[in-house]
T-cell receptor
Framework: DAKTTQPNSMESNEEEPVHLPCNHS???????IHWYRQLPSQGPEYVIH???SNVNNRMASLAIAEDRKSSTLILHRATLRDAAVYYC???????????FGKGTKLSVKP | GAVVSQHPSRVICKSGTSVKIECRSL??????MFWYRQFPKKSLMLMAT?????????EQGVEKDKFLINHASLTLSTLTVTSAHPEDSSFYIC?????????????FGNGTRLTVT
């Protein structure tokens, strides 16, 4: 399985931008980069995904490095409700399921 | 709104009994659903892939006779924890993909917290 590396935890202040990094140096050409987050006592929630180009949606932005060996999830204005564990996951073409790593626990301070 | 519904959200059972957890895709058909287990402060671990109309595929180390999976329709998969023991206490989460492509997002249920006493 393609592996990702994320910091264990990060802190942010409310209403400030947050940049969550993810390294995936062994990514292959057809692997998509997916981000999910999990709030306490809930199932994971889809955030965003991309292949090569940067992506924006109502929740976040995804910046993908030119060599695709790393990516960054950007929350433009963190709120207290964004406090969660954020998972960066590669999805190979041959695999329908998601293999979760440890993720990054994001804390947001008021 | 939720597109994958899981029931019950919480269950307490006695050791030795069986518990059934339901996972429904609400407005789409899912030929494949995935079951995960999560222990406190740990990440999600894939248990099995549920296939409509055929046998489930279990991950290494997951006992198929203990965790029975039935995917009898395109919108319902069930996980039955048989002869539950305290070590089976965990957070069980199902998921399904709305689109057919491998890069379509997975939608997750809100999980079932199982406590075996």
């Amino acid at each position: 399985d393609a592996k990702t590396t994320q910091p264990n935890s990060m802190e942010s202040n409310e209403e400030e931008p947050v940049h969550l990094p993810c390294n995936h140096s062994t990514i292959s050409g057809t692997d998509y980069i997916h981000w999910y987050r999990q709030l306490p006592s809930q199932g994971p929630e889809y955030v965003i995904h991309g292949l090569t180009s940067n992506v924006n949606n109502r929740m976040a932005s995804l910046a993908i490095a030119e060599d695709r060996k790393s990516s960054t999830l950007i929350l433009h204005r963190a709120t207290l409700r964004d406090a969660a564990v954020y998972y960066c996951i590669l999805t190979p073409k041959s695999q329908g399921n998601l293999i979760f790593g440890k993720g990054t626990k994001l804390s947001v301070k008021p | 709104g939720a597109v994958v519904s899981q029931h019950p959200s919480r269950v307490i059972c006695k050791s030795g009994t069986s518990v059934k957890i339901e996972c429904r895709s609400l407005d789409f058909q899912a030929t494949t659903m995935f079951w995960y287990r999560q222990f406190p402060k740990k990440s999600l671990m894939l248990m099995a892939t549920s296939n409509e109309g055929s046998k489930a595929t279990y991950e290494q180390g997951v006992e198929k006779d203990k965790f029975l999976i039935n995917h009898a329709s395109l919108t319902l998969s069930t996980l039955t924890v048989t002869s539950a023991h305290p070590e089976d206490s965990s957070f069980y989460i199902c998921s399904a993909r709305r689109g057919g492509s491998y890069n379509s997002p997975l939608h997750f249920g809100n999980g079932t917290r199982l406590t075996v006493t």
